[in-house]
T-cell receptor, first 114, second 115 residues
Framework: DGGITQSPKYLFRKEGQNVTLSCEQNLNHDAMYWYRQDPGQGLRLIYYSQIVNDFQKGDIAEGYSVSREKKESFPLTVTSAQKNPTAFYLC?????????????FGPGTRLLVL | AQSVTQLGSHVSVSEGALVLLRCNYSSSVPPYLFWYVQYPNQGLQLLLKYTTGATLVKGINGFEAEFKKSETSFHLTKPSAHMSDAAEYFCAVSDYYSGTYKYIFGTGTRLKVLA
């Protein structure tokens, strides 16, 4: 089955610690995205990547970092600089161009601070 | 910049009643519009989308939405609510910016279905 996987489902972070959220897709999509979801605020874009070895900041990139070394993988690191990391994190990939384009989402990772 | 407004953060309907979830957008060009559904602690699942062509769009699970350019609206409807429809629904518009499509999401509407 093709799809997007995110791991872990739950992640706990201690103060001052960096943590990495995994996102893998086997859909052969070029573009991938990371969103943060907080109650009542919808989804906010953290980073996106249109192609391997290239990525751009989204609306709330401060305190986060990403890499895109492989087409299938787009890991997100939540650094110690992110002072309020508790949220639900969603990874997505995009299929198609123009009127055929659609984003597909992974199941999410919930990050909690100890 | 484009924006999306979903009226009503919480909507309750009785089982079997009409579901109407409202979405208005701001856009200077014809947009691509989407509705997604999210069940608790899960990712978003695409319900339907409008790109071009017919303004009444049918999606999965009996949902449909109508693009009304004059009203800048893309409201989601379902004739008869089922208990399994209880979830959070997000409207989104696709914004082509800096060489890529980015989605602008509304803040979501949580649908409660009463027995």
């Amino acid at each position: 089955d093709g799809g997007i996987t995110q791991s872990p489902k739950y992640l706990f972070r201690k103060e001052g610690q960096n943590v990495t959220l995994s996102c893998e897709q086997n859909l052969n999509h070029d573009a991938m995205y990371w969103y943060r979801q907080d109650p009542g605020q919808g989804l906010r874009l953290i980073y996106y990547s249109q192609i391997v070895n290239d990525f751009q900041k989204g609306d709330i990139a401060e305190g986060y970092s990403v890499s895109r070394e492989k087409k299938e993988s787009f890991p997100l690191t939540v650094t110690s600089a992110q002072k309020n990391p508790t949220a639900f994190y969603l990874c997505a990939s995009r299929a198609g161009q123009g009127n055929r384009e659609t984003q597909y989402f992974g199941p999410g990772t919930r990050l909690l601070v100890l | 910049a484009q924006s999306v407004t979903q009226l009503g953060s919480h909507v309750s309907v009785s089982e079997g009643a009409l579901v109407l979830l409202r979405c208005n957008y701001s856009s200077s060009v014809p947009p691509y519009l989407f509705w997604y559904v999210q069940y608790p602690n899960q990712g978003l699942q695409l319900l339907l989308k409008y790109t071009t062509g017919a303004t009444l769009v049918k999606g999965i699970n009996g949902f449909e939405a109508e693009f009304k350019k004059s009203e800048t609206s893309f409201h989601l409807t379902k004739p008869s609510a089922h208990m399994s429809d209880a979830a959070e629904y997000f409207c989104a518009v696709s914004d082509y910016y800096s060489g890529t499509y980015k989605y602008i999401f509304g803040t979501g509407t949580r649908l409660k279905v009463l027995a």
